[in-house]
């Protein structure tokens, strides 16, 4: 059995972490000892490693609920967890040439700045006029 703080310890979440997918369902509520005090256990630690595992690579939460479910059905077809991984490849893909692009103008900027004053600023001038920018680019969270 893991106390809250282990399970943190072990997995890398934060506690808050642990009981917000306590709350949305991504994890089952723990056994309680008699003072109140969470009690998890080794299937509870494997199943929030697999969580943090796929928020680093990227899945979101439905996507990562989607997986769960299907891992609680080893006999089925695990073609439905390849489309989902499918999907966040091109997520990935898409924010890479977001990423690339940006890398791009970025360079552009700093190699055309002549080091001058402020006001001859080339990085400056293509922040503050958009039309400055050479390459099409969108926020990155976006």
């Not at 199943?47 to 891992?71: N, P, S």
């Amino acid at each position: 059995m893991f106390t809250i703080g282990a399970m943190s310890r072990k997995t890398g979440a934060k506690v808050q972490t642990i009981r917000y997918y306590e709350k949305i369902g991504l994890l089952e509520e723990p056994g309680r000892t008699a003072g109140g005090q969470r009690r998890y256990t080794q299937k509870d630690l494997d199943r929030l490693a697999f969580v943090r595992h796929g928020r680093q690579l990227g899945f979101g939460l439905d996507a990562i609920r989607e997986l769960l479910q299907l891992a609680d059905q080893p006999g089925h077809s695990c073609s439905q967890a390849d489309s989902i991984a499918q999907r966040q490849l091109v997520q990935v893909e898409q924010r890479i040439l977001r990423l690339q692009a940006l890398q791009t103008e970025l360079a552009r900027m700093v190699s055309e700045c002549t080091g001058g004053g402020v006001e001859d600023c080339r990085v400056l001038e293509v922040l503050r006029d958009h039309s400055e920018c050479l390459t099409e680019h969108a926020e990155i969270g976006a």
